[in-house]
C-alpha cells in the first residue's frame, strides 16, 4: 500500500515553513500515520469514522487551532491550512471532522457568542469532550439556505424551534448544534444562530447511511419539533445571513487547503505505483502517456498549493475577501477531482479497491465539491464579483 511520508513539494514551499508551521504539519502526518491510516479504507468501506480518536485529535490541537484563547493554540492561518492539507491527504471525512468542529462550531461561538457560552463551550469542543455540527441545510433549501424554513419563536425566556435540518456532518454524534433558523418574533424574521444542546426533549437525529461518498464520516439529519432551548441560548451577536455565511468563509478556506492533500495524497500513490508496475517488460512510468499525467498532476497541485498559500498571507493580514476563498475552495477542489480520477486510472484495476486512496479521494471529492457551497455556486460569486452582475436567480 506504502505510506507517503513525504509528500510532494515541487515549488519548495516546504522551505519558508517556520518551526512552528513544521511542528504542527508534521505532528498531524505522524498521528495520521500511526493511528488512522493504517484502517481507513475499512472504514471507508464500513462506513464509520474512528469516533474513539476525536479526545485524541483535540490534544494534539486539531480543532479551532487558530482562535484566540480558550485553550486554543492561537496557531497561523498557514500553520492551520497545512493541519487540514494533511487530515485531507488521509481522508476528507477526517479533514471534515476538524472542520465541522473548528470553522463551523468553534468560530461562530468565538465570534458571535458570550462570554458565558464561550468558557462553556469553547474549551470542551476544542479538547474533543464534546462534539459539535453546524445545520444550516435543509431538505428544500441546499444552495439557497436565506429560503429556510426551520423557525424559532420566543416564548417568554426561552424560544421553540420547529424544523428540519439535513446532511448535518456529525448530527448523529454531537452534543451541541448550532442551528441556524429565522427568528419570527423579532422584525424580518432575521436568520440567528441557536446552539441546541442535542439531548433536549423535541430533538433528535437521523444516520444517513447510504452514502458513495465521504463514507468514513458521519452525516446525518436533524429533526426540531417543539424543542425548547433557553433564550440565553442564541448567539447574540450575529444577525442574517452573514452569520452562517462567515462560517462557511472560514470551513472554505480550510478546503482549498484540504483538496490539495487529498491531490497530493492520491498522486504519490499513482507515481509510487507506475515506477513499479512492469507492463511490455518496464515500469509504466517509463511510458510517455503515463508521464504527461504526472507532469499535468503535479503542475495542477503545484498552483493549487500556491493559491492556498497565498490565501494564508491574506487571511493572516486581515485582507481575505470570501471571493477569493471562492476562488480557491472552487479551483482546488476541481483540482483534486482531476488528479485523483487520473491517479485511479494509472492503478489500472488495483485502483479501484481499498488497497490505494485514489479512488477513496475521488468518491470523497463528491462531496467536497457539492458543501459548502457547490462548485457552480462558487462560479456564481465569482461573477458576480467580476460583472457586478448578480445571476444566482
Ligand atoms: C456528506 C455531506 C456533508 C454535509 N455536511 C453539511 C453540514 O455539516 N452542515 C450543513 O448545513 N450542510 C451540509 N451539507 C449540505 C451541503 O452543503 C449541500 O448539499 C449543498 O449546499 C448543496 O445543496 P443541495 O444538496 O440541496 O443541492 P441543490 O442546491 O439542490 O443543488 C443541486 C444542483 O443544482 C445546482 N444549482 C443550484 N442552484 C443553482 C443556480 N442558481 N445556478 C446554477 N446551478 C445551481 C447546484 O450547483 C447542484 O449542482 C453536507 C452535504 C454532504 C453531501
Not at 56 to 80: D, H, I, Q, T
Not at 311 to 321: F, N, S
Request: with cysteine.
Amino acid at each position: 500500500m506504502g505510506t507517503p511520508y513525504v509528500m510532494l513539494d515541487y515549488l519548495g514551499l516546504g522551505d519558508d515553513l517556520t518551526e512552528e508551521e513544521r511542528m504542527v504539519r508534521d505532528t498531524a502526518r505522524e498521528f495520521l500515520d500511526e493511528e488512522i491510516r493504517p484502517d481507513i479504507g475499512e472504514h471507508f468501506v464500513e462506513g464509520t469514522f474512528p469516533i474513539e480518536k476525536i479526545p485524541e485529535m483535540g490534544e494534539l490541537g486539531f480543532y479551532g487551532p487558530n482562535l484566540e484563547g480558550y485553550g486554543s493554540l492561537g496557531l497561523g492561518e498557514r500553520a492551520y491550512g497545512l493541519l487540514m492539507e494533511e487530515l485531507e491527504a488521509c481522508d476528507s471525512g477526517m479533514r471534515s471532522m476538524a472542520s465541522v468542529q473548528g470553522a463551523l462550531v468553534m468560530y461562530p461561538i468565538h465570534a458571535y457568542g458570550n462570554e458565558e457560552q464561550k468558557e462553556t463551550w469553547l474549551p470542551k469542543l476544542g479538547s474533543g469532550e464534546a462534539v459539535g455540527c453546524f445545520g444550516l441545510t435543509e431538505p428544500n433549501h441546499g444552495s439557497n439556505p436565506s429560503e429556510m424554513e426551520t423557525r424559532a419563536e420566543r416564548d417568554g425566556d426561552e424560544y421553540i424551534l420547529n424544523g428540519n435540518k439535513t446532511w448535518i456532518t456529525n448530527s448523529p454524534i454531537a452534543d451541541v448544534a448550532v442551528v441556524w433558523a429565522r427568528d419570527v418574533s423579532s422584525e424580518d424574521s432575521p436568520v440567528r444562530g441557536f446552539l441546541v444542546e442535542t439531548e433536549r426533549d423535541g430533538v433528535s437525529t437521523n444516520e444517513i447511511k447510504e452514502k458513495l461518498s465521504l463514507r468514513a464520516s458521519i452525516t446525518g439529519g436533524i429533526a426540531l419539533s417543539d424543542a425548547r432551548i433557553p433564550a440565553e441560548n442564541v448567539l447574540p451577536e450575529v444577525s442574517g445571513m452573514k452569520g452562517p455565511l462567515s462560517c462557511l468563509t472560514q470551513a472554505r478556506y480550510g478546503i482549498a487547503w484540504g483538496a490539495v492533500g487529498a491531490a497530493k495524497d492520491a498522486f504519490e500513490q499513482a507515481v509510487e505505483y507506475a515506477t513499479d508496475r512492469e507492463q511490455f517488460g518496464k515500469p509504466i512510468a517509463g511510458f510517455q502517456m503515463q508521464q504527461e499525467k504526472i507532469a499535468e498532476m503535479a503542475t495542477r497541485i503545484s498552483l493549487a498549493e500556491l493559491l492556498a498559500h497565498r490565501l494564508a498571507e491574506l487571511k493572516e493580514r486581515g485582507d481575505l475577501r470570501p471571493q477569493q476563498v471562492s476562488m480557491a475552495k472552487r479551483n482546488n477542489v476541481r483540482m483534486a477531482r482531476r488528479v485523483s480520477r487520473t491517479a485511479r486510472e494509472m492503478l489500472g484495476g488495483n485502483g479501484i479497491t481499498t488497497d490505494y486512496s485514489p479512488m477513496r479521494h475521488l468518491a470523497n471529492i463528491e462531496t467536497v465539491y457539492t458543501y459548502e457551497g457547490t462548485h457552480d455556486i462558487h462560479s456564481l460569486v465569482l461573477g458576480e464579483d467580476l460583472t457586478g452582475i448578480a445571476a444566482y436567480k
